[in-house]
């Protein structure tokens, strides 16, 4: 079975500050992992995937994720942030892209 | 190029009643699927297909039916409607070269 954990519910950062929101998952094979970001009334735009290879990958708009397999986490990161990132944020994981499961979300809110 | 077409955005229906939720594609994708996106939840995988003629249950697909004649279309039947199923609709679909599932824009649905 798989899961996946967003601990942060609601995360607040100040314009131009650092941004890290975490994801851990429980997957019982080599895990397939999406971030996605929701603006309201929209629909799900990918940032970015992992499915093997270097473990930091990066994705649009200035995101980046890291895989750690030891702990079970695909944290997503961005050094800056930008107004227009307030939005919410969903981690994902699947085989082959199929089935996903995702996070509960994290909701991003900047202050200027 | 269309992408992910979801009909109609918005939706209220009386309980009991039935309706159905369009989703078309138009990137020759084999695999499409449902999810539902509640509050505090992410989404929840409905049902799901590898191909035309092939549907498969998610993780929640009680209350609701699909089908699958064609490889561009893939609606979503609601029987009876209940208010339990008041929620947000995604339809997706994914290209199995690819690892990547695109999203329509979302079907906002009440259920009174």
Known sequence: AQSVTQPDIHIT????????????????????LFWYVQSPGQGLQLLLKYFSGDTLVQGIKGFEAEFKRSQSSFNLRKPS???????????AVGANGNKLGFGAGTILRVKS | NAGVTQTPKFQVLKTGQSMTLQCAQDMNHEYMSWYRQDPGMGLRLIHYSVGAGITDQGEVPNGYNVSRSTTEDFPLRLLSAAPSQTSVYFCASRNDRQNTIYFGEGSWLTVV
Do not use: I, K
Not at chain 1, 16 to 27: K, M, P, V
Not at chain 1, 81 to 91: N, Q, T
């Open chain 1, 13 to 32: 950062v100040s314009e131009g500050a650092s941004l890290e929101l975490r994801c851990n998952y429980s997957y019982g094979a080599t895990p397939y």
């Open chain 1, 81 to 91: 942030v930008h107004w227009s990132d307030a939005a919410e944020y969903f981690c």
